[in-house]
């Protein structure tokens, strides 16, 4: 059972990973809901870092962790 709960968790983090760069990449584009901004590159770039950490985080805690 504890198994499954970890997987639910690691795959949470990597869909809310992804939801995070899909949303840096619009904004970076100025596209979706960002379309009456003016596209900032630099802060959309920002976002999708913060969206590839989540899924590395999720990932590492997943494979390397040594706590039973």
Do not use: N
Request: aromatic share 14%; charged share 20%.
């Amino acid at each position: 059972m504890k198994r499954i709960i970890v997987w639910l968790m690691t795959l949470c983090r990597i869909g809310l990973g992804l939801v995070i760069i899909k949303t840096g990449f619009d904004f970076a584009r100025g596209t979706g809901p960002f379309a009456y901004r003016e596209a900032d590159a630099l802060t959309g770039g920002f976002v999708m870092i913060l969206g590839a950490y989540c899924i590395i985080t999720g990932l590492t805690r997943h494979f390397f962790d040594q706590s039973d």
